[in-house]
């Protein structure tokens, strides 16, 4: 038996922001039975956490879809934080994973990521992606966290898009990233959305992860260094994006986390 958490995250009110359900085991466990209860969970993202010694990190800390492993999760990581916060432990957290060490702190009420920078560059699209997307994008390349990153004029443009899900499924490799400079009126900065059906998420709510692209871009763009983002799901979720003058390789993601339910996996 095992406890678990499902904590939604980039949020401070419960059923918005990004679930995922996170497990802090004693010891190893098998790959094959991390991949059936993250399909089980269906959430997004499923943690799982274990306490090690090496690499200079205190935890190891994987990440699973319904499908499959991904190399990088931002809200699961602040999922993970924030459930070992509670349980009285005070951070910093390094946690091992298949992106190196990731750092998570706890700084201005918030849980802040350190993760690598992941700038988008200009790669062509496959064929048939920006149709499939819909609207009239200004820009378009690739970010190596994995996703095609697609730029449009304003914020109602990347609100209205209605994407055909299995022609994106089709065209991407982990998903793709939508995004727009905020509209004027708004105290946010910019907004995204994403889409990942190769790996089992037709939309993710909120993902920390494209933030290491996204705040890359729009500091470029609007020449800033810390950034107030919103990732305009159904859900929704805030992210503040911190860009250290001192580390340009790395990007700070900052955000707040609730959990909404606990209890026993019996499997």
């Known amino acids: 038996m095992h406890r678990f958490h499902v904590v939604d995250a980039f949020t401070d009110q419960p059923f918005r922001g990004n679930p995922a359900a996170v497990l802090v085991l004693d010891g190893p466990y098998d790959d094959a039975w991390a991949q059936r209860v993250a399909a089980e969970f269906n959430l997004s993202e499923t943690a799982f956490v274990r306490p090690v010694t090496a690499d200079g990190a205190d935890y190891e800390l994987r990440w699973f879809t319904p ?26 957290f390094r946690f091992t994973s298949r992106s190196g060490v990731l750092t998570v702190t706890v ?9 690598p920078a992941n700038p988008p560059y200009a790669k062509e699209v496959p064929d048939g992606l920006l149709a499939a997307l819909g609207g009239e994008p200004v820009w378009a ?16 443009a990347v609100r209205a898009l209605v994407p055909d899900l299995a022609a994106v499924e089709r065209c991407t490799v982990r998903g793709v990233t939508v995004t727009a400079p905020a509209d004027a009126a708004q105290s946010h900065d910019f907004v995204s959305r994403l889409f990942a059906p190769a790996v089992g998420v037709p939309e993710d709510p909120v993902t920390g992860s494209a933030h290491t692209a996204l705040g890359p871009y729009w500091a470029g763009r609007l020449g800033r260094t810390r950034l107030e983002a919103v990732q305009c799901s159904a859900r929704g979720g805030d992210l ?28």
Request: proline letters at 5%; charged letters at 20%; aromatic letters at 8%.
């Open 240 to 267: 503040t994006v911190e860009l250290p003058a001192d580390a340009p390789d790395r990007v700070h993601i900052g955000g707040r986390a609730v959990t909404v339910s606990e209890g026993t996996l019996h499997a």
């Open 67 to 92: 499908r499959t492993e991904v190399d990088l999760c931002g809200h699961a990581t602040l999922a993970a934080a924030h459930v070992l916060v509670e349980h009285g432990a005070g951070g910093p």
């Open 107 to 115: 700084r201005d009420g918030m849980l802040w990521l350190d993760f």
């Open 141 to 156: 390349g690739f970010s190596d966290v994995g996703d095609y990153f697609v730029v449009y004029p304003d914020e109602a």
